[in-house]
């Protein structure tokens, strides 16, 4: 029988570990730029890094500090000036913002007291408490405001800023191109991870048909190819919104993406490069990946589909936490936490690769679905409405994976992530599927 002291313990210890790290990353993403960088709008599809850096303190105090320890507010002004759903991300400049240092000052305060109720704190009573769920519900919001602050960096104009190592280089990927994912019901979602999000939930059967899935997400040659041949000027490959969208916006190749003679270019993190052939293409919307996949004779994959290949293991009929099983990702498995600032070529990380042998389903680029999105069978929303259930509905489509940005706390086989079929400055790509033939 397990010791309760022991799971608390590394409860404890976990939580620590998810919020150090998290605030590691925060304070490299707002360092590594001076002042005026971090209160501009480098576009007005995001926020000034700066209201991100105290958004993420704020909502640590509220969570963390009042919610759980009871504690009085400390800047209780200050908490319509950061609510996300209060001020859209293009009227935030214009609001009286804590300035950088403040913001650091503040973020700070938070998280020493945060780590002090931590220490002491009790991981039963209450659904929010109960195995350390709302200390690893803010682990996963500052990770993700993260993201947010590292697709500023990819758009802001300027010299480089940040810097990482490219992923170790493999051989061309020369297996099978794609993988039958037998018919059959499988646990879809889940009810026992413990720092699962409300969107999650609950585990419940689902029925899927015999389907065939990429091997690796589709890549930028194989994309090339779909420019080529002339897929921005075919209007049979777009839905009547995709056609419409990308005709009135100028769209003819994936974001950041220019022609120079008889080759790609590509901007990243402040640096022009040749667009690299066998990586995973990446910052295309939802319209583009479905044209793409119509162009080739096949469809995006539906969430379920997506979620069966990637966690489904036939041999047991059950669900595992990851493609590779119930261990928490290692560089081995997957391209996560900002430890490179690309994708990785498609086929790499074969210790990654699911038990029918579908590799990169974790990490890398964030795959759209064909999937709307919506809540599972007996949803609740849990423990505010605000971060799923106002998003359910047929505006935003599902992305599944995460991407080579995306903390391993905060992506797993069941992680939903969700978004307008228009956006590509997310780090979006996808991988096609094709029904069996009956």
Partial sequence: MTDPALDAEALRERAVASLITARDRTTLLTSCVDGPDLTAQHSPLMSPLVWDLAHIGNQEEQWLLR?????EAIRPEIDTLYD????PRATRPSLPLLPPEEARRYAADVRGRALDVLEGASFHGTRLTEAGFAFGMIAQHEQQHDETMLITHQLRRGPQA????DPEPVPL??????VLVPGGPFTMGTSDEPWALDNERPAHRREVPSF????TPVTNAAYQAFIEDGGYDEPRWWTADGWSHIRRNSVTAPLFWR???RQWLRRRFGVTEVVPPDEPVLHVCWYEADAYARWAGRRLPTEAEWEKAARHDPAGDRSMRYPWGDADPGPEHANLGQRHLRPAPAGSYPAGESPLGVRQLIGDVWEWTASDFLPYPGFRAFPYKEYSEVFFGPEYKVLRGGSFAVDQVACRGT????????RRQIFSGFRTARSEAV
Wanted: a negative charge.
């Fill in 259 to 261: 022609r120079d003679g």
């Fill in 162 to 165: 940040l810097t990482a190592p």
């Fill in 173 to 178: 990927f020369t297996g099978a191109s794609e």
């Fill in 415 to 422: 992680f939903r992530n969700w978004d307008l079929p228009i």
């Fill in 212 to 215: 065939f899935i990429d091997t």
């Fill in 84 to 87: 996300a759903f209060e001020h």
């Fill in 67 to 71: 919610a759980v320890a009871g504690h």
